[in-house]
């Protein structure tokens, strides 16, 4: 009766149950640690940058541009295009976020001065290592926009944009990533009788609409059921329907995931096509990887909407 009287059992189960608390304490503990990364200022090269680091891959969120502007292996090179430019200019790269669609512009082009050519009004540290930039505002309906950016526990970089929308018909998130110009995109193309290429050519400097029957585009190549895409001497500009968009280099590749909306849904400016690629003529060497929403309207009178994607990096 010694060994397994009641006394016995009660100590092992109290030493049973402190086991198990401390093994739950470090579960929490690492998993809060791989879960969210945290975000730290540092000195960059034109001034200081928020960087957070997570399984070899780095991102930095540069003050003077408002916006995402480093992306890729810790120890370089950058995936994302950000020259070296003045603030007050359309060369900013990284992360660029427009509220569209862009035919509700006046005019057309380009887009207001404080979603693209201003530094941040602010960045805050939140919960959970959520680092929130925002923008400030403009004139008119050009609102200022904010956006989040934090580590997920699966190693992808979870990128928000919100604003509060003043508008009663609505408008979209255009989430634009420049990417390295020598990237080869890849998109999946699902041909039917609205696009019988499985994919559409947008709107641009002298393509007033959207074309569902053309020849094919120079910059790309068809294997496997896939598109293959790069850059090349003239512009370009192509609609997917939604779905995952690879941009890959030798060093390693982004995948551009379809990401959540919170709003109320009232309109689709882009006609089932809001995964879009924009390959930049010989003389200006963009690649752009872009995510649209729909148009959105806040749930409650005044409030705010918002449209969050997934960037994931893996190495070749």
């Known amino acids: 009766m010694g060994r397994w009287g009641h006394g016995t059992w009660k100590n092992e189960a109290v030493t049973t149950t402190g086991r198990a608390v401390f093994i739950l304490a470090l579960a929490i503990l690492f998993s809060g640690c791989a879960?969210?990364?945290?975000?730290?200022?540092?000195?960059?090269?034109?001034g200081p940058v928020w960087r957070s680091e997570s399984g070899?891959?780095?991102?930095e969120v540069d003050p003077s541009r408002g916006r995402l502007s480093y992306l890729g292996p810790s120890a370089g090179p950058n995936l994302l295009y950000s020259p070296a430019e003045p603030p007050d200019s359309l060369q900013m790269g990284g992360h660029r976020v427009w509220l569209g669609p862009q035919f509700d512009w006046k005019p057309f082009w380009p887009p207001p001065r404080n979603w693209e050519m201003m530094p941040a009004e602010s960045i805050k540290l939140r919960a959970g290592n959520l680092l929130e930039v925002e923008s400030p505002g403009g004139v008119g309906e050009a609102v200022a926009i904010r956006r989040t950016y934090r580590w997920r526990g699966d190693g992808r970089l979870e990128c928000?944009?919100?604003?509060?929308?003043?508008s009663d018909r609505g408008r979209q998130a255009i989430q634009i990533f420049q990417v390295d110009a020598a990237a080869v995109v890849e998109a999946h193309p699902a041909p039917g009788p609205s696009a019988p290429r499985g994919f559409v050519r947008l709107p641009l400097a002298g393509r007033p609409t959207t074309e569902t029957i053309f020849a094919f585009p120079r910059q790309a190549k068809v294997a496997l059921n896939r598109v293959f895409l790069r850059r090349g001497r003239e512009e370009e500009k192509l609609?997917?329907?939604?779905?995952?968009?690879?941009?890959?280099?030798?060093?390693?590749?982004?995948?551009?995931?379809?990401?959540?909306?919170?709003?109320?849904?009232?309109?689709d400016p882009d006609g089932g096509f809001p995964t879009q690629i924009y390959l930049g003529a010989h003389d200006w060497p963009v690649l752009e990887v872009e995510q649209l929403s729909p148009r959105l309207l806040p749930w409650l009178p005044g409030g705010r909407v918002s449209h969050t994607v997934l960037v994931e990096l893996r190495r070749p």
């Open 35 to 46: 879960v969210s990364p945290g975000w730290r200022e540092v000195p960059g090269k034109g």
């Open 56 to 59: 070899g891959w780095r991102a």
């Open 160 to 166: 928000g944009v919100s604003w509060q929308e003043t």
């Open 239 to 267: 609609g997917f329907p939604e779905q995952t968009l690879f941009a890959r280099w030798p060093v390693g590749q982004l995948r551009l995931h379809p990401g959540r909306i919170n709003g109320r849904v009232v309109g």
